[in-house]
Each structure stands twice: as structure tokens, then as C-alpha cells.
T-cell receptor, first 111, second 115 residues
Framework: SQQGEEDPQALSIQEGENATMNCSYK?????LQWYRQNSGRGLVHLIL?????REKHSGRLRVTLDTSKKSSSLLITASRAADTASYFC???????????FGSGTRLLVRP | SQTIHQWPATLVQPVGSPLSLECTVE??????LYWYRQAAGRGLQLLFY??????ISSEVPQNLSASRPQDRQFILSSKKLLLSDSGFYLC??????????????FGSGTQLSVL
């Protein structure tokens, strides 16, 4: 099953600009996570936000969570060419052991 | 520190041939283990997960099976590959229950092409 759906599917921005990606999900969750994937590689965890949190920061990353709308957003500020990757949200669907990923947003940061 | 090994990195197999992908985790005990598949340019599909030796949960009925013969070893298998089995296979582990704010650590993936 596909729990999270990212929007947009692809995003192209200039270096230095901010990038915003959105994620919507369907069921209640305990937490929501964001991961990054460079082309042809495994995923790397970026940030986790609990269901009772509304906003979280980590370096140039800012994540928001609105459980009433079942949505989250990931903001990357002052983007760099090295931020070029695919970004995925993932939720637990209330399960203790399953993490279900969305379809991802492909981000291209032009130098 | 913990590490996850997944091999091979790439694999080209004919239709109807068997498959065995192996994943091992080092530096931890009793990890939760996962197999995901990713179609080209798409999201990840959870195939199997395991919370202990011999305990396998299947998420999607298909041509694949998984086994966990040892605590830190997770194997993905097929008796006869189909064209639709092509994709990027990712193994992952977590130290505990995901609802306690645990995260997944991924291997580097296996690109499988079935021809």
C-alpha cells in the first residue's frame, strides 16, 4: 500500500533558493520520517517528527506536520547542488514495525 | 558501529532462473530487518519484514519469499524469476519498534534486471 504521496513529483530550482516538498498520508500515525536517496543508492534518514509535534528543525531542514490535514512538508533552505536527490516521506500507519514510503519528490538544484 | 551489507550490487538474470539476495547486519543484535523494492523512478514497496529469527511478515503476495536463518541475516529468494521482478532491491534494519522513534538504516541496494 502507498501511504504517503509527495508533491510535486519533480522540482527544479536554482542554487540558493528554498525547496519545499509536501507529503500527504491516509491513516493515523505515531511519527513521520523524511529520507533522501541519491541516484542508485540506498536511502538515508534525514529527520523524524512525532505526531504530537508541529515543527522540527535540523540544520537547513525544516519539517512541519499537520495531523488534522494528514500532511507534512519538508523545507530545504539555501539549497546547494549537492542537495540534488529524491526525497521520500514515510509513515508507520500506526504499526510498530512497518514503514511505508511515498512516491518521492525528485529535486534538481541547478548550480 | 553498525553496518549493513547487501550483495550483489547488480544482477542480470534470465526469466525462470532462481534468485538469492543476501543482507547482513553487523554491530547490533536482534534487529528488525526489511526488504523493499523500488521500480525505476518510483517509491519503495515494502515486501517483507522480520522481527526475529524465523519470523517473516509478507506484505505483498508475489513471486518472492524471504528467510531469516540467523539473527543478522536476511535473504530474499525466488524459485523462478519473472520479468516483473526487475527493480532495485533494498535491505534495511532498525534497532527497535518504529513507533518509539526508531529509523531505518538502508543497504546500498541490488539492481536486478530480469531478461
Amino acid at each position: 500500500s502507498q501511504q504517503g504521496e509527495e508533491d510535486p513529483q519533480a522540482l527544479s530550482i536554482q542554487e540558493g533558493e528554498n525547496a519545499t516538498m509536501n507529503c500527504s498520508y491516509k491513516t493515523s500515525i505515531n511519527n513521520l520520517q523524511w529520507y533522501r536517496q541519491n541516484s542508485g543508492r540506498g536511502l538515508v534518514h534525514l529527520i523524524l517528527i512525532r505526531s504530537n509535534e508541529r515543527e522540527k528543525h535540523s540544520g537547513r531542514l525544516r519539517v512541519t506536520l499537520d495531523t488534522s490535514k494528514k500532511s507534512s512538508s519538508l523545507l530545504i533552505t539555501a539549497s546547494r547542488a549537492a542537495d540534488t536527490a529524491s526525497y521520500f516521506c514515510a509513515t508507520d500507519e500506526g504499526s510498530s514495525y512497518k514503514l511505508i514510503f511515498g512516491s518521492g519528490t525528485r529535486l534538481l538544484v541547478r548550480p | 558501529s553498525q553496518t549493513i551489507h547487501q550483495w550483489p550490487a547488480t544482477l542480470v538474470q534470465p526469466v525462470g532462473s532462481p534468485l538469492s539476495l543476501e543482507c547482513t547486519v553487523e554491530g547490533t543484535s536482534n534487529p528488525n530487518l526489511y526488504w523493499y523494492r523500488q521500480a525505476a523512478g518510483r517509491g519503495l514497496q515494502l515486501l517483507f519484514y522480520s522481527v526475529g529469527i524465523g519470523q517473516i511478515s509478507s506484505e505483498v503476495p508475489q513471486n518472492l519469499s524471504a528467510s531469516r536463518p540467523q539473527d543478522r541475516q536476511f535473504i530474499l529468494s525466488s524459485k523462478k524469476l519473472l520479468l516483473s521482478d526487475s527493480g532495485f532491491y533494498l535491505c534495511a534494519w532498525s534497532p527497535g519498534r518504529l513507533t518509539t522513534n526508531e529509523k531505518l538504516f538502508f543497504g546500498s541496494g541490488t539492481q536486478l534486471s530480469v531478461l
